[in-house]
């Protein structure tokens, strides 16, 4: 059975840092790609950060390019999304998924996920 450990949100001011941490398990076959997700209240999940299972291929959509950062550590199973210079508008409950693809269209990532966290929390806010 597939299991996401998801950990790191949390209340900051606007231009604050934070780390997501999602640690997985379970993995019965190997998936494409890994990143994260977001949905804020009222409105549609979009995608934020993915990585390829290369450890080297990453995806941003353009309003997060510059201030996040996706990594990832295979021998832990982990991966990270450090974001700096948080703005109010990051605030939604963000999601680690992994699947079969990640690309970006006119700034806007894309992705096929197949296995989803629950999800952990981040509000902006002073």
């Known amino acids: 059975q597939v299991h996401f450990v998801e950990s790191g949100g949390g209340s900051v001011q606007p231009g604050g840092s934070l780390r997501l941490a999602c640690t997985t398990s379970?993995?019965?076959?190997?998936?494409?790609?890994i990143g994260w997700f977001r949905q804020a209240p009222g409105k549609e999940r979009e995608g934020v950060s993915c990585i390829d299972t290369d450890d080297v291929t990453t995806y941003y959509t353009d309003s997060v390019k510059g201030r996040f950062t996706i990594s990832r550590d295979s021998a832990k199973n982990t991966v990270y999304l450090q974001m700096n210079d948080l703005k109010p508008e990051g605030t939604a409950v963000y999601y680690c998924?992994?699947?079969?693809?990640?690309?970006?269209?006119?700034?806007?990532?894309?992705?096929?996920?197949?296995?989803w966290g629950k999800g952990t929390q981040v509000t902006v806010s002073s």
């Open positions: 998924a992994a699947g079969g693809y990640c690309t970006v269209v006119g700034g806007k990532l894309l992705y096929g996920m197949n296995y």
């Open positions: 379970g993995f019965a076959s190997d998936y494409e790609a």
